[in-house]
């Protein structure tokens, strides 16, 4: 009898109405810390075109009420704030096929050495986003392909795959006068492009903020899961075990070039970092998702297993002002934990299942028939 092997079902959003009583511990967070970051994504939607759709059948006008009532909101007032949420919004469970269960991990702005020239000791460059970089949004030929990206470059009147890391690594784009800085560690240059953003300390003490300003448009592979394939016990991956890995072994090297994809870089002013929704990242309060299911400027609850939280649990409001490669899935979140060793060490020990809920402006919660 030959064995039938069922392939799993395609990720699909679904959304199932609840209450602020079904978001676990949620009148204790200290929800005005959450104020900030959400008036930050006020002010790139209050710029968007009045019906402009931002995702989940929410349109940019939906949010004309709630982010005037927050602007008036008096500082660091927990219960004006919790007042606020129930008022404004309606909250909604996000499952995937109706399973509730996601992952969920942290990230933080990374710290490296570097100079503007290159030298003996920084001999590793970071690139500049290419000029003929060409990024392609496939929803826009497709609308079954509709959150799908990639990039490429025009050779010889052909649009065609931009080169891979391997590639870039061995020159590919040398003398292209692209190189934004030079450090002096490879696996920080790595991890710095999988954080999206970080600072660079030069030799006279200044620091250079870097942020993400584009990607290569190959798929980002998680070089994590390669190593636990080959035997490394699942429970011991973190990212510190893949920065000692890469370092202790002669393979380190080729383990990262297992990742295709290259970020690129460009210099910030003032304060940041900044995530891919355009506004300055709030430690703790905001969160990378993935946009094709769940769009930038949101308020996620998010509660999922965590070590270094109270209890082993983390259970917060967040909002959603970034993305990433390695962030897929309508139940997936990259929080974001700041500068520091303590951020690192906390973004480095979360891996764990949790689950979200999405508030949703009361517009758009009546569009989609929530509030009969």
């Not at 210099?267 to 309060?285: F, N």
């Not at 480095?348 to 949703?360: C, H, I, R, T, Y």
Request: aromatic fraction near 10%; charged fraction near 20%; charge should be negative.
């Amino acid at each position: 009898m030959l064995a039938c092997h069922s392939t799993p079902p395609q990720d699909s959003l679904v959304l199932e109405r609840a209450r602020f009583t079904d978001l676990p511990n949620w009148p204790n967070d200290d929800l005005a810390m959450t104020i900030p970051a959400l008036l930050k994504s006020c002010g790139r939607i209050a710029h968007a075109v009045r019906d402009h759709h931002l995702g989940l059948e929410m349109e940019a006008a939906d949010w004309g009420e709630a982010c005037s009532a927050a602007e008036a909101l008096p500082l660091s007032d927990k219960t004006a704030a919790k007042d606020f949420f129930e008022r404004y919004f309606v909250p909604f469970r996000i499952t995937n096929n109706g399973d509730p269960v996601g992952v969920f991990t942290g990230y933080y702005e990374a710290e490296l050495h570097g100079a503007r020239h290159q030298d003996a000791q920084y001999r590793i460059p970071l690139y500049r986003r290419p000029p003929d970089l060409i990024e392609i949004d496939f929803g826009l030929f497709r609308s079954s392909l509709k959150g799908e990206h990639s990039a490429g470059h025009i050779v010889n009147g052909q649009l065609v795959p931009y080169p891979d890391r391997h590639a870039i690594d061995e020159g590919a784009l040398a003398g292209e006068g692209l190189e934004l800085l030079w450090v002096d560690n490879p696996i920080d240059a790595f991890f710095l492009e999988i954080q999206g953003s970080g600072r660079v300390i030069l030799d006279d003490g200044s620091i250079v903020r870097l942020g993400y300003d584009g990607q290569n448009g190959q798929p980002y592979v998680a070089i994590g899961k390669f190593l636990i394939d080959q035997g490394v016990p699942r429970d011991q991956m973190s990212m510190a075990f893949l920065r000692q890995w890469i370092a202790r072994h002669a393979g380190g090297t080729a383990l990262m070039e297992r990742n295709p994809s290259y970020v690129f870089f460009r210099e910030l002013q003032g304060d940041g970092p900044l995530g891919a929704e355009g506004v300055v990242l709030t430690p703790e309060r905001s969160v990378a998702i993935d946009t094709a299911w769940i769009p930038y400027g949101v308020p996620l609850w998010i509660d999922t297993s965590d070590p270094a939280a109270p209890g082993g649990q983390l259970q917060r409001l967040m909002v959603a002002q970034d993305t990433g490669g390695a962030i897929r899935g309508p139940v997936r979140a990259d929080i974001f934990f700041g500068y520091g060793e303590d951020a690192a060490a906390h973004a480095g020990g979360l891996k764990g299942a949790g689950s979200e809920w999405v508030l949703l402006p009361l517009a758009t919660a009546a569009r989609r028939g929530a509030l009969k």
